[in-house]
């Protein structure tokens, strides 16, 4: 049965065109955390505490991130393999080498100066915009949730005590604390993402669910 599980989280009606938007979603993804490091106004929940946890062991945000995820895969396996597919996988290993490449790759380009603040102020609309969207399509082709995202899902499962935005809250602001106690910064981005990425998923999945059935 839980063979069957996962197997059906692979082969999804147009999975063609769904694992291209999926691809395309992670690399976009991956610019948009690069982008938000850069311009320095906070990232999201997840990234402000692998973040933190880069700067403080001097290992890559890319395997900060993997290690992370890969901690928080455990308990999926164990509880839920309907949370798994392709997307689950593609999302712990890709996103977090993406961003290192085009972190690197920013810093090629960076003026000794820094950029502006009308140029970060630029980054940062272009890029909250473009990780809205991504993030929108990525839950909107159903290929798996990233461990991340599906640990508040299988404590809500499991209680009857708290909604499942409750839940998500508190574990956000759990992993955001901690982000910021290792020194990462918490600002406008980390507020965008928290309140704005669900109506984002909601928008995006009204019109174009139908490009994947």
């Known amino acids: 049965m839980k063979l069957k599980t996962i197997a059906a989280n692979f082969t999804r009606p147009r ?17 948009c955390v690069a982008a938000f490091k850069t311009v320095g106004f906070g990232t999201d929940p997840c990234s402000t505490f692998t973040l933190g946890v880069s700067a403080r062991t001097g290992v890559s945000f890319g395997t900060c991130q993997l290690v992370f995820n890969l901690l928080m895969f455990l308990p999926v396996i164990r509880f839920d393999l309907s949370r798994i597919g392709v997307g689950t996988v593609a999302n712990m290993v890709g996103i977090g080498y993406v961003a290192d490449f085009c972190m690197w790759l920013i810093g090629l380009h960076t003026p000794p100066e820094g950029f502006s603040i009308a140029a970060r102020v630029l980054m940062f609309a272009l890029s909250m915009a473009a990780f809205l969207i991504a993030a929108a399509f990525y839950m ?28 998500r809250m508190l574990w956000d602001i759990s992993i955001l604390s901690l982000g910021f106690l290792l020194g990462s910064t918490v600002g406008l981005t980390t507020l965008i993402t928290g309140f704005c990425l669900g109506p984002a998923i909601a928008f995006v999945s009204d019109r174009v669910k139908n490009w994947f059935e």
């Open 15 to 31: 999975m063609g065109r769904r694992l291209a938007v999926l691809t395309a979603s992670l690399i976009v993804i991956g610019i």
């Open 140 to 167: 909107v082709v159903d290929l798996g949730v990233a461990p991340y995202d599906a640990i508040p899902q299988l404590i809500s499962a499991h209680t009857g005590r708290l909604s499942a935005r409750a839940v």
